[in-house]
């Protein structure tokens, strides 16, 4: 039922009426109390005559306080009927499986500390097959397996870590080291560039030199292809030379000494001796059959045909691999540790 404006006054001058008749508040207050009303009684137009039976018909003669009473304890018996416990099922099983789970990630974690990278994909292997949807445990499995150069297998797990979670930096940054190491310069690239995207100014210098780095490689790579291949003396295009390193068949025209006295084969061999990684490559390509021989031939005192040698197939891939690294920048590291 709606009230009227005067019939909610009338409620409020009976309330004020009484306060006054029973002086429940100081006399200056009681002269205010008086003002009040008749300005109340002026603005809404209450008649004071018809006060009583204005209350008594709309109000059943109950006064403010004892409305505003009953309505509270009818708040209360309904606020009573809406509390109902109502319980809510939170399967157990759940929180378990995530502990379980959680745990063996975190035995993973102390493998790859210790530096038992085996140990650490068993580990993570395990928490996956109870959580597979978790994409930190993927990262995780995906360092293992970079730290153990199965970067195979780390392009996978970061390409499912990426998978289950676009905005995971850390699937992009295993992604982007891993593709690297494949020398696969410019995925590589796009991975850092999305690790950036996504940390923003909380990327790591880490981070931002393994992008560095890759953008160079991608560049350097770029140059090759457009570089313009070395002609031989009789104007024919030299299949033995490549973009990034001497013409070598030209430089061993002149046999040993003039190898060894031409500025350009110098610079490049000592760029390749400054770089930390030409002597694994070199005792890597040693294991090559057909450069094997050739080292025999040196031992026995012959003179190789340098221009023969030049022709040889795996002689031009180890020089192009050694020589084309002259001066490359530092591989990137991959900093993100296991979570």
Same mark, same amino acid.
């Given at each position: 039922?709606?009230y009227?404006n005067?019939?909610v006054?009338?409620?409020?001058?009976?309330?004020?009426?009484?306060?006054?008749?029973k002086?429940?508040?100081s006399?200056?207050?009681?002269?205010?109390?008086n003002?009040?009303i008749?300005?109340?009684?002026?603005?809404?137009g209450?008649?004071?005559?018809t006060?009583?039976?204005t209350?008594?018909s709309k109000?059943?003669?109950?006064?403010?306080?004892?409305?505003?009473?009953a309505?509270?304890?009818?708040?209360?018996n309904?606020?009573?009927c809406?509390?109902?416990t109502?319980?809510?099922n939170?399967p157990?099983e759940?929180?378990?499986t995530k502990?379980k789970?959680?745990?063996l990630?975190?035995e993973g974690?102390?493998?790859?500390?210790?530096?038992d990278?085996?140990l650490?994909?068993?580990k993570?292997?395990?928490a996956?097959?109870?959580?597979?949807?978790?994409?930190?445990?993927?990262?995780?499995?995906?360092?293992?397996?970079?730290?153990?150069?199965?970067y195979d297998?780390?392009?996978?797990?970061?390409?499912e870590a =990426?998978?289950? !979670?676009? %905005?995971y930096?850390?699937?992009y940054s295993?992604?982007a080291? +891993? #593709?690297?190491?494949? @020398?696969?310069?410019?995925e590589s690239?796009?991975?850092?560039?999305?690790?950036?995207? =996504?940390?923003? !100014?909380? %990327?790591?210098e880490?981070t931002?030199r393994?992008?560095?780095t +890759? #953008?160079k490689?991608? @560049?350097?790579s770029?140059?090759l292809?457009?570089?313009v291949?070395?002609?031989s003396?009789?104007?024919?295009?030299?299949?033995?030379?490549g973009g990034?390193?001497?013409?070598f068949?030209?430089?061993m025209?002149?046999?040993?000494?003039?190898?060894?006295?031409?500025?350009?084969?110098m610079?490049a061999?000592q760029?390749m001796m400054s770089?930390?990684?030409?002597?694994e490559k070199i005792?890597s390509?040693?294991?090559?059959?057909?450069?094997?021989?050739?080292?025999?031939?040196?031992k026995g005192?012959?003179?190789?045909?340098?221009?023969?040698?030049m022709?040889?197939p795996?002689?031009?891939n180890?020089?192009?691999s050694?020589?084309?690294?002259a001066g490359?920048?530092a591989?990137p590291?991959?900093?993100?540790?296991p979570?």
């Open positions: 039922m709606a009227s005067k019939e006054s009338s409620l409020i001058i009976d309330y004020l009426n009484k306060v006054v008749s002086a429940e508040v006399a200056d207050d009681i002269d205010s109390l003002v009040a008749d300005c109340l009684t002026e603005v809404f209450v008649e004071k005559d006060l009583s039976a209350i008594e109000f059943n003669g109950k006064s403010l306080t004892e409305l505003l009473d309505a509270s304890q009818n708040a209360g309904t606020d009573e809406k509390t109902e109502v319980k809510i939170i157990q759940d929180a378990e502990a789970a959680e745990a990630k975190l974690n102390k493998a790859v500390a210790s530096k990278y085996d650490a994909v068993e993570y292997t395990e996956i097959k109870i959580l597979p949807t978790n994409a930190v445990y993927f990262a995780n499995r995906a360092a293992a397996y970079t730290n153990s150069q199965n297998e780390a392009v996978k797990d970061a390409e =990426i998978k289950l !979670d676009p %905005a930096s850390k699937g295993r992604l080291y +891993a #593709k690297y190491v494949q @020398e696969n310069f410019e690239l796009e991975a850092y560039k999305k690790v950036l995207e =996504i940390e923003g !100014d909380s %990327a790591t880490v931002k393994g992008y560095e +890759a #953008k490689r991608v @560049e350097e770029l140059n292809e457009k570089s291949p070395t002609e003396a009789g104007g024919q295009t030299n299949p033995a030379a990034g390193f001497p013409d068949s030209s430089l025209s002149g046999g040993l000494e003039g190898l060894m006295n031409n500025p350009q084969m610079q061999a760029s770089n930390p990684g030409a002597m005792q390509m040693m294991q090559n059959p057909a450069i094997q021989q050739m080292a025999e031939q040196f005192g012959n003179t190789p045909d340098f221009s023969e040698m022709n040889n795996a002689v031009r180890m020089a192009s050694l020589f084309s690294g490359e920048p591989a590291k991959d900093d993100a540790k979570e």
